[in-house]
Structure formats: C-alpha cells, structure tokens
Nanobody, 119 residues
C-alpha cells in the first residue's frame, strides 16, 4: 500500500525557514511535487521534481525541492518565508514517467502539513 507521510510544518515568523519532508512507502516515485492550499483558495503547485526541478513564480529563489532516493524522501526547503506562504502543504506523487504540473496528474497525496507564517 502506497503512503506519503509529511512532516516539518509549523509556525514561523516572517523571514524564517522551515524544511518539509515527505517519506514514501510502498514504492519509489520519479515524479513528485509539493502543493499548497490556503483557506478559500484552490490547491496550487509549489515545486516539482523528476529529472529536473520546477517552481511556481511566487517561490522561485526562496524554496528548494530535493530528494534522497535511498530514503524515498522528498524535501522542500523554504527560506525567507512570507505570511502569504501560510497554507496546508501537500506532498504528491505520480505513477507515470512524466513530471507533475497540475493536481489532476497526481495519483497519491499526503495528509498535509500546516505551515503558518506570522508577520
């Protein structure tokens, strides 16, 4: 059974940093991503990784997605956090050998982890 388990969320002041982790069990995925959803807003992609990495414009230069294949874990390092980064962050995985760019391409979701950035 496939599971994606996230950790690392929390409360941080603006300008601070957090690192999210997503550990996959059951199988290895090449295409993975992080999404976020703020209250009253649609779920949006933040960063994706497969053979290369891609980022939403709003986080470029501040967030870094990476992976440790031996641990089946994907990370999201978030620096220079802003109050508008406040959201529930979800880890996502796709079974196909193609990168994730939209939520409709995701086959598996994590349970979500809350990130709150205070001003």
């Amino acid at each position: 059974q496939v599971q994606l388990v996230e950790s690392g969320g929390g409360l941080v002041q603006a300008g601070g940093s957090l690192r999210l982790s997503c550990a996959a069990s059951g199988r290895t995925f090449l295409a993975m991503a992080w999404f976020r959803q703020a209250p009253g807003k649609e779920r949006e992609i933040v960063a994706a990784i497969m053979w290369s990495t891609n980022y939403a414009d709003s986080v470029k230069g501040r967030f870094t997605i990476s992976r440790d294949n031996a641990k089946k874990t994907v990370y999201l390092q978030m620096n220079s956090l802003k109050p508008e980064d406040t959201a529930v962050y979800y880890c996502a995985a796709r079974s196909q050998f193609a990168p994730i760019s939209t939520a409709s391409q995701v086959d598996y979701w994590g349970q979500g982890t809350q990130v709150t950035v205070s001003s």
